[in-house]
């Protein structure tokens, strides 16, 4: 990407705006956009909204985004209103300080919740259940029936440094206000016991960014000690001290089943399945009950718990629990593979190895002689016999 021609050391708005100009015209040529600037507190929240993208998710793009042209007490903030009038958000952080990665998700998720949550609150809008969190990328709304239905997905990203801290963090999330983007999801509009509702996409966005920020930088407070939000985070999940599945992202096979015990501090799922705890850092979360076809699915899992190799990682796990990651490397060890053999074993093991092969020569060197002399035996005996 060429280097925007700044004009009189421009800084601040006029140096994002110079450099947008460069980075959407490479990046996304037929894009239309427009920007305004958002104040939260000391920091400027510099909102670029696009009509659509060709090229790239609006995540994609940013994770483009050179962080140096970022400037102090900035954030870059991508929005769109969708086809089916949804938002769609990705915001760009620099940081200057360790960010725990594991959490980010549940930072978006559970600003998302709050936002929906103070939005009908301000709206004097009534809907017949509630929000929480499924767990690290979803927001579910749980009806007066206790069914459950995603409103709201999240995506995160990292770019790496040279330091113990990313360069930045991109944070997105896609929220269904008026309509359902996918299947098995609903949307706010929906919800609201009033038929001509509409959910504004902008007011929306006003209370979301802000509680979004507000969580973030909670977070970074926070340094090394969030049990706090931890706690806070457990306190929304809705399948917490459920029986979940959680699949694979990429083939939907069974990565792990269990009580979903909440989060620890890396944002990982704790489950109980028998004593040890398996510590679980991936994946789509589904509760049991409301899986199809479950008699295949119970077949599968017991398959994948069937390997005596897995079976005693787990038993004799130091820290009483396991990654999933860490199971499925070991289920790639064969179950005949022998335990590892000190150097002293070796070297007994190799000497016995020497002995027999020598006894093995000398018994192939006598065997033609003793064929020969047996021979002469049998010649002998039968000429006396004549």
Same mark, same amino acid.
């Given at each position: 990407?060429?280097?925007?021609?700044?004009?009189?050391? %421009?800084?601040?708005?006029?140096? &994002?705006?110079?450099?947008?100009?460069?980075? &959407?015209?490479?990046?996304?040529?037929?894009?239309?956009?427009?920007?305004?600037? $958002?104040?939260?507190?000391?920091?400027?929240?510099?909102?670029?909204?696009?009509?659509? $993208?060709?090229?790239?998710? =609006?995540?994609?793009?940013?994770?483009?985004?050179?962080?140096?042209?970022?400037?102090?007490?900035?954030? @870059?903030?991508? #929005?769109?209103?969708?086809?089916?009038?949804?938002?769609?958000?990705?915001? @760009?952080?620099?940081?200057?300080?360790?960010?725990? *990665?594991?959490?980010?998700?549940? *930072?978006?998720?559970?600003?998302?919740?709050?936002?929906?949550?103070? =939005?009908?609150?301000?709206?004097?809008?009534? &809907?017949?259940?509630?929000?929480?969190? #499924?767990?690290?990328? +979803?927001?579910?709304?749980?009806?007066?029936?206790?069914?459950? #239905?995603?409103?709201?997905?999240?995506?995160?990203?990292?770019?790496?440094?040279?330091?113990?801290?990313?360069?930045?963090?991109?944070?997105?999330?896609?929220?269904?206000?008026?309509?359902?983007?996918?299947?098995?999801?609903?949307? $706010?509009?929906?919800? *609201?016991?009033?038929?001509?509702?509409?959910?504004?996409?902008?007011?929306?966005?006003? @209370?979301?960014?802000?509680?979004?920020?507000? /969580?973030?930088?909670?977070?970074?407070?926070?340094? +090394?000690?969030? %049990?706090?939000?931890?706690?806070?985070?457990?306190?929304?999940?809705?399948?917490?001290?459920?029986?979940?599945?959680?699949? /694979?992202?990429?083939?939907?096979?069974?990565?792990?089943?269990? @009580?979903?015990?909440?989060?620890?501090?890396?944002?990982?799922?704790?489950?109980?399945?028998? !004593?040890?705890?398996?510590?679980?850092?991936?994946?789509?979360?589904?509760?049991? !009950?409301?899986?199809?076809?479950?008699?295949? /699915? %119970?077949?599968?899992?017991?398959?994948?718990?069937?390997?005596?190799?897995?079976?005693?990682?787990?038993?004799?796990?130091?820290?009483?629990?396991?990654?999933?990651?860490?199971?499925?490397?070991?289920?790639?060890?064969?179950? #005949? +593979?022998?335990?590892?053999? !000190?150097?002293?074993?070796?070297?007994?093991?190799?000497?016995?190895?020497?002995?027999?092969?020598?006894? !093995?020569?000398?018994?192939?060197?006598?065997?033609?002689?003793?064929?020969?002399?047996?021979?002469?035996? &049998?010649?002998?005996?039968?000429?006396?016999?004549?």
């Amino acid at each position: 990407m060429k280097k925007p021609n700044y004009k009189d050391k %421009e800084t601040g708005e006029k140096k &994002i705006k110079t450099y947008l100009e460069t980075f &959407i015209s490479e990046n996304e040529p037929e894009a239309k956009w427009s920007e305004n600037t $958002l104040p939260y507190k000391n920091i400027n929240v510099y909102v670029v909204e696009f009509n659509k $993208l060709n090229n790239h998710t =609006y995540h994609d793009l940013a994770i483009k985004y050179d962080f140096n042209e970022i400037p102090e007490n900035f954030i @870059i903030a991508f #929005k769109t209103k969708d086809q089916e009038n949804n938002l769609k958000s990705t915001f @760009i952080i620099k940081t200057h300080d360790k960010v725990n *990665i594991g959490l980010l998700p549940f *930072i978006i998720t559970s600003a998302v919740k709050e936002a929906i949550d103070s =939005y009908l609150s301000n709206s004097g809008h009534v &809907i017949n259940g509630s929000f929480g969190i #499924k767990w690290k990328n +979803e927001v579910s709304f749980i009806s007066n029936e206790q069914t459950h #239905k995603s409103i709201s997905i999240a995506k995160v990203s990292s770019v790496p440094n040279d330091t113990d801290y990313p360069s930045m963090v991109v944070l997105s999330s896609d929220v269904n206000l008026n309509q359902s983007s996918q299947q098995n999801f609903c949307n $706010l509009k929906s919800l *609201i016991n009033e038929a001509e509702a509409q959910v504004s996409v902008d007011d929306f966005f006003h @209370i979301y960014y802000e509680n979004l920020i507000k /969580k973030y930088q909670e977070l970074i407070d926070a340094g +090394e000690n969030t %049990e706090g939000i931890v706690n806070d985070f457990n306190e929304i999940i809705t399948l917490k001290d459920k029986e979940v599945v959680i699949r /694979k992202e990429k083939d939907n096979k069974i990565l792990s089943k269990g @009580i979903f015990e909440g989060i620890n501090g890396n944002g990982n799922a704790i489950l109980q399945n028998g !004593s040890p705890l398996l510590e679980v850092d991936s994946g789509n979360m589904i509760e049991s !009950s409301n899986i199809q076809d479950q008699e295949d /699915k %119970e077949e599968d899992f017991e398959n994948f718990n069937s390997n005596p190799t897995t079976v005693s990682i787990i038993e004799n796990s130091k820290k009483n629990h396991v990654t999933a990651s860490s199971l499925l490397e070991e289920k790639k060890v064969s179950e #005949k +593979e022998q335990p590892e053999v !000190s150097e002293p074993e070796k070297d007994l093991e190799k000497k016995k190895e020497n002995q027999i092969n020598k006894s !093995s020569k000398c018994f192939c060197r006598f065997i033609p002689h003793a064929i020969f002399f047996l021979g002469m035996a &049998i010649l002998v005996w039968y000429a006396k016999r004549r």
